[in-house]
């Protein structure tokens, strides 16, 4: 049996991430989700083929920030960011750290075809 694709989702409103749960389950992904930035910053071990969806408006540390620090521990998953009415200088920040904004509110397939360009991108870089 083939593994799925794992998504670690982070999103501190459970309506929110229990919505993208159930839509990126029925997508094909095997999804883990974390309320607070904090928690999947504690995690020490990542998948080898997987994608990151990260809330950019959480309590305590926010999306960029905990992007930022996975990337200096050397964790380079594919990232959308999701956010409503982005700044230019988050646009930077996100694009700096190598993730894709898909804004709020999530319309049609927006983040799924975002997650599956990811995922596609890290196939053909490995």
Known sequence: MAHLPRILLVDDD???RASLLFSLELQGFAVETYERGEDLAE?????????LVLDYRLPGIDGVELLESLRQRGINLPAVLITSA???EL???????GAVIVEKPL???AL?????????D???AA
């Open 122 to 124: 890290q196939w053909l």
């Open 14 to 16: 459970p309506a929110v």
């Open 91 to 97: 646009r930077r920040r996100a694009a700096e750290a």
């Open 86 to 88: 982005p700044s230019r």
């Open 107 to 109: 319309l049609c397939d």
């Open 112 to 120: 799924t075809a975002a997650v599956r360009t990811g995922l596609a």
């Open 43 to 51: 995690r020490t071990t990542f998948p080898d083929h997987g994608c």
